[in-house]
């Protein structure tokens, strides 16, 4: 059957099972990733089905999960390693930034690293300290990476399979509270371009920008200004690095204002490349400045207080009424 | 704090050796002496005098060595540090921006090189220019990073010589995930990977050490003890002989002597052939000492005596095989001669190659940061065109 409702979760199970099977060069390494199927089973009975050969328990170590993986790829394999948690990466973090990244430009085209760093991040769950960050601008912003994050379960298995054939290291971060969210995915469809951003919802007066976790949400807020009578226009972007620029500015061209939305801190955050960019691009036709809703610029709150940081409904409809009132 | 409790503190320091008075340091300094220096476990074939000594463990790996192989080491070591002058000399001269010369470290780097097969896999730091002699690279290759016209001016799968690495000890994981990879490929080849003293307090360093346990990957760990890690000795690394650490991530660890051609040579043998058997791992520490300075930025004077290069100026790698070749009625003055002709050619043609290199197309700078393309770039480099365009317009006018 090709079109099957599952939860996001088991789309990257579906989707991680179909690349081992289609390329036996596609290797699943992270910590407690096989007989466990890791700490929110992604990885659930690959391990039972493709052996520990392929898809490896790792040491705990993640700067050691990644820069193997660098080697493993020279050698021409296609690692896709799970870094258990969005603030655990940063052990990583310099085999990603200095190696993984760099590593195609200097060796002037003739080594190319196709790794997939899987990221369960953003909060919203309750978790303990470093368990519910949002680090995608820290990838973003360094060439060579590309960055991308699905909203949906069709999306997730579909931008998977295009992460793992990419021979560019992808950083693929999962919105974990969405981890549980069915929708349908159809596995024989032909996929759209994996850095293209979607229109979601159509809309006159505004425009929703949203990648994630925030999608949905941005969609319930869409939900709760029509009531009002307001129209407002919903972009998945799907991709952090590149940014479908494209598809946000005819968005804005037609609804003249624009909102983005993500967990992520503003400061420095997706959102102000968004902002700059569509300034730039749209500086005639916008009614009023781009606006941000996200996290503050202070580490992420023990959980009682994740509520009042995370952008929720009300915060993103001030923003909207702030961009309207102008 | 009570004023007693500051004086019962102090004899407790000087007791640790850590600080304070110049009795103190200098029990120290012998100590570690004790642990690092002439040390009956440091595996040498030929003395500094060139005298082939004989090793129960290693004689194995050299024993058929002919004469004319010990004149293609002897041979190698020379090319190897012509070179290496040459670039020095080049980098004095503005041709190239920075020179991490590897004087001193000939043995190590060239009995190493040698043992490798053409089908394994080498991971290099930055120093590593008798390695890449060794595998085949053009040496004028080498100099394009340190001319500043490209980061790395091979292809890795040339030779199997991967690029340089310049971050410390982030390669020794590569090396570990590529063994890991040759392993699961079933080949019988091997990965060795290059570092040094400094390296070997990074984590990744040890977390490669680990995983290559853990996995039994076919790796060679190979660290030239140069003793300095631009200014900062051994005792600032680490409080125990470094191929002791070996022991502690359950594979052997072996201190060869790194200014012995034959003794690198016939350990590396030794790793590799295990490693290939499908033994694991193995570390090796060759000791020897870095007799230039760190780069051509660097001033040792600031923080080392001269009189311990001197030290070292008498176990030369390159002076004792010469002992041994001319001892052994292995090399006649012509070998020599002609060796010196070709030495100096090398030397002509390095200095030719560089002074023409030239420098990249600006556009450059946009080429193969992504290999499957990426908007951003796109449109960034459109934009520098439009830029450079706006005078070529101004000059047509």
Redesign the interface.
Do not use: C, W
């Given at each position: 059957m090709a079109v099957e409702k599952m939860a996001l979760a088991k789309a990257i199970n579906e989707s991680l099972r179909r690349a081992l099977d289609s390329d036996p060069k596609v290797l699943i390494m992270g910590e407690d990733v096989g007989k466990l199927g890791g700490v929110f089973r992604v990885t659930d009975g690959l391990q039972k089905d493709f052996g520990d050969?392929r898809v490896i328990d790792?040491?705990l170590?993640e700067?050691?999960i990644?820069?193997?993986?660098?080697?493993?790829?020279?050698?021409?394999?296609r690692p896709v390693v799970e870094i258990q948690f969005d603030g655990f990466v940063f052990?990583a973090y310099?085999?990603i930034v200095?190696?993984l990244a760099?590593?195609?430009?200097?060796?002037?085209?003739?080594?190319?690293l196709p790794v997939v760093v899987r990221i369960p991040y953003g909060g919203g769950i309750g978790a303990v300290e470093h368990h519910s960050e949002s680090p995608e601008a820290l990838f973003a912003h360094v060439?060579?990476l590309?960055v991308v994050s699905p909203s949906n379960a069709s999306d997730a298995y579909w931008m998977m399979q295009q992460a793992v054939q990419?021979?560019?290291p992808v950083i693929f971060f999962e919105p974990k509270r969405r981890y549980w969210d069915k929708g349908e995915v159809d596995t024989e469809a032909i996929p759209g371009p994996l850095?293209g951003a979607r229109v979601v919802r159509e809309g006159t007066d505004l425009t929703l920008a949203a990648y994630g976790p925030m999608v949905k949400l941005c969609q319930e807020v869409a939900d709760a200004a029509a009531e009002e009578g307001r129209s407002l226009e919903v972009l998945d972007l799907r991709s952090v690095?590149?940014?479908?620029?494209d598809t946000i500015q005819a968005s804005v061209e037609k609804t003249r204002r624009l909102v983005v939305v993500h967990e992520a801190p503003v400061f420095f955050g997706s959102g102000a490349e968004i902002a700059a960019r569509i300034t730039e691009r749209c500086f005639y036709h916008l009614e009023a400045p781009v606006l941000r809703v996200g996290g503050y610029h202070a580490p992420y709150p023990p959980a009682r207080l994740e509520e009042e940081y995370l952008p929720d409904l009300d915060r993103v409809l001030d923003a909207v009424d702030r961009s309207l009132a102008y | 704090m009570t004023v007693e409790s500051t004086a019962a503190r102090k004899p407790r320091r000087s007791a640790g050796g850590k600080a304070g008075t110049t009795g103190t340091k200098r029990t120290t300094r012998t100590t570690a002496k004790k642990a690092q220096g002439t040390d009956p476990e440091l595996v040498q074939l030929l003395t500094p005098e060139g005298e082939r000594v004989k090793n129960a463990e290693y004689d194995g790996y050299v024993d058929g060595i002919t004469a004319d192989e010990l004149r293609g080491l002897y041979r190698d070591m020379v090319l190897t540090r012509r070179f290496d002058a040459e670039a020095t000399a080049l980098q004095r001269q503005g041709e190239l921006g920075l020179w991490a010369s590897l004087l001193g470290q000939e043995a190590a780097q060239i009995g190493s090189g040698r043992a490798t097969r053409e089908d394994d896999y080498v991971f290099p730091t930055y120093r590593e220019h008798g390695v890449a002699w060794c595998r085949g690279v053009d040496p004028t290759n080498l100099l394009g990073m340190f001319r500043g016209v490209?980061?790395?001016?091979w292809?890795?799968?040339g030779n199997n010589f991967?690029?340089y690495?310049i971050?410390i000890g982030?390669q020794?994981?590569?090396?570990?995930?590529?063994?890991?990879?040759?392993a699961?490929?079933g080949a019988d080849s091997a990965v060795i990977a290059y570092f040094g003293d400094g390296a070997s307090s990074q984590?990744?360093v040890s977390?490669?050490f680990?995983?290559a346990a853990?996995y039994n990957a076919p790796v060679v760990f190979f660290c030239q003890n140069n003793q300095w890690a631009i200014s900062e000795s051994n005792e600032k690394q680490t409080r125990v002989p470094l191929y002791q650490r070996a022991q502690g991530f359950g594979f052997p660890g072996v201190r060869v002597d790194g200014n012995d051609v034959l003794a690198s040579l016939a350990v590396t043998r030794w790793a590799l052939e295990r490693a290939r058997r499908g033994e694991g791992p193995a570390l090796i520490e060759a000791y020897t000492y870095r007799m230039g300075a760190h780069t051509t930025s660097d001033d040792p004077s600031r923080y080392r005596h001269d009189d311990e290069r001197a030290a070292w100026e008498a176990k030369d790698p390159i002076l004792r095989l010469r002992r041994h070749l001319e001892a052994a009625n292995h090399a006649d003055e012509g070998f020599f001669a002609e060796l010196e002709a070709e030495s100096e050619a090398l030397g002509k043609r390095v200095r030719e190659v560089v002074r023409a290199m030239p420098d990249p197309d600006r556009f450059a700078i946009f080429?193969?940061?992504?290999?499957?393309g990426?908007?951003?770039?796109d449109e960034e480099r459109a934009q520098f065109a439009a830029y450079q365009a706006s005078f070529a317009d101004a000059e047509g006018v």
């Open positions: 050969d790792t040491p170590a700067s050691g990644v820069g193997t993986a660098i080697g493993l790829a020279l050698r021409g394999y052990p310099d085999q200095t190696q760099k590593m195609h430009a200097r060796s002037l085209g003739k080594v190319k060439a060579g590309k990419s021979d560019d850095h690095s590149p940014i479908d620029f | 490209n980061n790395g001016g292809d890795p799968n991967h690029l690495t971050v982030s020794a994981l590569h090396a570990t995930g590529y063994a890991m990879g040759v699961k490929d984590g990744d977390e490669a680990n995983f853990v080429e193969n940061v992504y290999a499957d990426h908007a951003l770039v």
